[in-house]
């Protein structure tokens, strides 16, 4: 079964840079998004990363800001974080499915997620 672990968050001011990185137990998924969870909001996805045709997408909230990318191995898929608001503070969490990427999809794996907290 594919496992994920989340890596890299931490704390920044704000106009900052972090990069959280997510590895996956096996290569065997076509989708990967970044979602956050703030306190008392809704799970957003910010990011996802579509293997099979090497499509991205972003969120509006984070596009031109925030970068998806992997290695050559699959297994580890980066979110590098750029001009970080306060806004962007959450828990970001990994997420894979073995289907291709689109718009609603569920994912079936999902990481313990790691903090990201940005002060003004």
Same mark, same amino acid.
């Given at each position: 079964?594919?496992?994920?672990?989340?890596?890299?968050?931490?704390?920044?001011?704000?106009?900052?840079?972090?990069?959280?990185?997510?590895?996956?137990?096996?290569?065997?998924?076509?989708?990967?998004?970044?979602?956050?969870? !703030?306190?008392?909001?809704?799970?957003?996805?910010? %990011?996802?990363? #579509?293997?099979?045709?090497?499509? /991205?997408?972003?969120?509006? $909230?984070?596009?031109?800001?925030?970068?998806?990318?992997?290695?050559?191995?699959?297994?580890?898929?980066?979110?590098?974080?750029?001009?970080?608001?306060?806004?962007?503070?959450?828990?970001?969490?990994?997420? !894979?499915?073995?289907?291709?990427?689109?718009?609603? %999809?569920?994912? #079936?794996?999902?990481?313990?997620? /790691?903090?990201?907290?940005? $002060?003004?």
């Amino acid at each position: 079964q594919l496992q994920l672990e989340e890596s890299g968050g931490g704390s920044v001011q704000a106009g900052g840079s972090l990069r959280v990185s997510c590895v996956a137990s096996t290569a065997s998924w076509k989708c990967l998004a970044w979602f956050r969870q !703030a306190p008392g909001k809704e799970r957003e996805e910010v %990011a996802r990363i #579509d293997t099979g045709v090497g499509e /991205t997408s972003y969120a509006d $909230s984070v596009k031109g800001r925030f970068t998806i990318s992997q290695d050559n191995t699959k297994k580890t898929t980066h979110l590098q974080m750029e001009r970080l608001m306060p806004e962007d503070t959450a828990m970001y969490y990994c997420a !894979a499915r073995e289907g291709f990427c689109y718009v609603g %999809a569920t994912y #079936d794996y999902w990481g313990q997620g /790691t903090q990201v907290s940005v $002060s003004s």
